[in-house]
């Protein structure tokens, strides 16, 4: 089976390879460990070199998102428990049958101020807020399509921000379009292409045979969290009217579900070894 080419592919990097692999076959069991071996075939059967991968785990070790210990002669990972946790939301967007469309009507706004002396917290919340779909509309102004759970999606933040940051629930009123605003907020024309991008690479890949499904299983939910991190689900009225993101969701679900066994079925067969490690759900 020849892998997928577009601009996206240049864009996976072993760390959202290895995040999308633990996302789909770790998460629902996160005290299975994963032999290095394990990752360093599929993500070499994504085009990334063995020593990219090791750098990569070390890494994702390095910032507590996993835990490493030798088994016999092979090295294995498992998930720590910030590490599953910040796995949980992306697997929610993963499997979402509508990642695509906003929740709820309106637009939520948020605006902080988070002291010069804590640009890690400032990063922090900034990360946050553009995979929840923020974008900055003015200095220090935030903006998202629809209804937003700040509470839930800075829990571990908040304690941290307290007074530093307001946020409200705002609708469009009469004679102050938003259009403009969200074209100034959005690259509309950089989410179009990634969307573009996201078809060409994949409308001509199969499934060949089982012995590369999972490698593809791990390139597509890769490319799939890149273009969901890049589409806020913006309001179709405020698109042009052939708006590529259902096609994009279609051929994706499509994928997913072609990819679904043979990548189980892989994962299950290479996977044992190391602190027994369960046969995944196929889904």
Request: charged share 25%.
């Amino acid at each position: 089976m020849s892998t997928a080419s577009s601009p996206l592919l240049g864009s996976r990097s072993p760390r959202e390879l290895a995040l999308a692999l633990l996302g789909e076959y770790v998460l629902d069991d996160p005290d299975t460990w994963v032999r290095a071996g394990l990752f360093i075939e599929v993500l070499e059967g994504a085009g990334i070199q063995p020593p990219a991968t090791r750098a990569a785990l070390d890494r994702l070790e390095q910032n507590g998102i996993l835990r490493r210990e030798r088994h016999g002669r092979e090295v294995s990972f498992v998930l720590t428990t910030e590490g599953a946790a910040m796995l949980t939301e992306a697997g929610e967007r993963v499997r979402n049958p509508q990642p695509l469309h906003a929740d709820g009507d309106g637009w939520t706004l948020a605006t902080f101020s988070v002291p010069e002396g804590q640009r890690t917290l400032r990063h922090r919340l900034r990360s946050t807020l553009t995979w929840e779909g923020f974008a900055p509309l003015r200095d220090g102004l935030w903006i998202a399509p629809g209804v937003v759970d700040l509470q839930r999606v800075l829990a571990s933040l908040l304690p941290e921000l307290g007074t530093g940051l307001v946020a409200f629930h705002a609708r469009e009123l009469d004679g102050f379009p938003i259009a403009d605003a969200v074209r100034t907020a959005w690259d509309i024309d950089a989410i179009h292409a990634a969307h573009v991008g996201f078809i060409d690479a994949w409308s001509d890949s199969a499934v060949a045979d089982a012995s590369t499904a999972l490698s593809m299983r791990v390139m597509l939910v890769a490319d799939w969290l890149a273009l969901v991190r890049t589409d806020p689900g913006l309001p179709r009225n405020l698109l042009e009217p052939e708006w590529p993101a259902d096609r994009s969701l279609r051929l994706y679900l499509r994928l997913r579900d072609e990819t679904a066994a043979p990548a189980a079925r892989e994962f299950a067969r290479q996977a044992p070894a190391a602190g027994g490690l369960a046969e995944p759900a196929i889904r």
